[in-house]
């Protein structure tokens, strides 16, 4: 079993920045993919930004240039560098990650999600 746990959202002011983790701990071999998605009230769930293993990163067109993801494989951990924050980034932080597991199957896992608010 692989779990994924988020952290570091908060309330901030406009203009500023947080940093969210997400670390992943359990029986894991590898994991291939990590991305962070965001949910706002009454939206649907939406890709923000991803890292794969060589690093390659994507990230939606409302935060290019804003938010930068990274990953350190020997912690099996994911952040996302939110600067410039503006009230519309304001939303539930969701983890993914497809997790190679020791029982050598994949799976996808999401982490319990966690709020970031950014007032105006």
């Known amino acids: 079993q692989v779990q994924l746990v988020e952290s570091g959202g908060g309330l901030v002011q406009a203009g500023g920045s947080l940093r969210l983790s997400c670390a992943a701990s359990?029986?894991?071999?590898?994991?291939?993919?990590m991305g962070w998605y965001r949910q706002a009230p009454g939206k649907q769930r939406e890709l923000v930004a991803g890292?794969?293993?060589?690093?390659?990163?994507n990230y939606a067109d409302s935060v290019k240039g804003r938010f930068t993801m990274s990953r350190d494989n020997a912690k099996n951990t994911g952040y996302l560098q939110m600067n410039s924050l503006k009230p519309e980034d304001t939303a539930v932080y969701y983890c993914?990650?497809?997790?190679?597991?020791?029982?050598?199957?994949?799976?996808?896992?999401w982490g319990q999600g966690t709020q970031v608010t950014v007032s105006s």
């Open positions: 359990g029986s894991i071999l590898r994991i291939s993919r």
């Open positions: 890292i794969i293993g060589g690093g390659i990163t």
């Open positions: 993914n990650a497809y997790v190679l597991g020791s029982n050598r199957r994949s799976n996808e896992y």
